[in-house]
């Protein structure tokens, strides 16, 4: 079992999503089994942010000088006797696009993007066009498992 930290340090997160820590750890229980694991001792920490914080971490690590929906940065290593899959980063002004989304259009899309994040932390990546296409296709997979299921964590 994963168990994810929550920290939102932008409000606008606590109104969309109204019980953060349920919703996402109750999503990551959705995934696929293979992405389960039967240890308890399973993490990754996920930061709600908005653009304006994001930017200064896209600079800081990236060397990028603008705001982006979602930063990953994987970590995976044994830290106090859990295993500590990294950091997932996502901006609350690029999933309120457009800004009259509705709630539950809102939580798909951030889903997707928590998706996507998860797996740049387990070694997914999307820099040639194959690798591009093959974490499409698990992130797809994924979420349509996940859509399924849908009414339990909305």
């Keep these: 079992m994963i168990k994810i930290d929550v920290i939102s340090d932008y409000p606008e997160w606590k109104k969309r999503?109204?019980?953060?820590?349920?919703?996402?750890?109750?999503?990551?229980?959705?995934?696929?089994?293979?992405?389960?694991s039967r240890k308890k001792n399973n993490f990754l920490t996920l930061l709600l942010s908005n653009n304006k914080n994001i930017k200064k971490l896209n600079f800081k690590f990236r060397k990028k000088n603008k705001a982006t929906d979602i930063l990953s940065f994987p970590i995976n290593k044994k830290i106090n006797n859990k295993f500590y899959f990294g950091d997932i980063i996502i901006s609350y002004q690029f999933m309120n696009k457009p800004k009259n989304i509705n709630n539950f259009m809102f939580k798909k899309k951030v889903i997707k993007m928590f998706i996507h994040g998860f797996l740049h932390l387990i070694g997914y990546d999307h820099k040639k066009e194959k690798d591009y296409k093959k974490m499409y296709k698990e992130e797809v997979k994924i979420f349509n498992l996940i859509e399924k299921k849908f009414e339990q964590i909305i």
């Design 17 to 36: 999503i109204k019980k953060i820590d349920f919703f996402f750890n109750k999503v990551i229980k959705l995934f696929p089994k293979k992405y389960q």
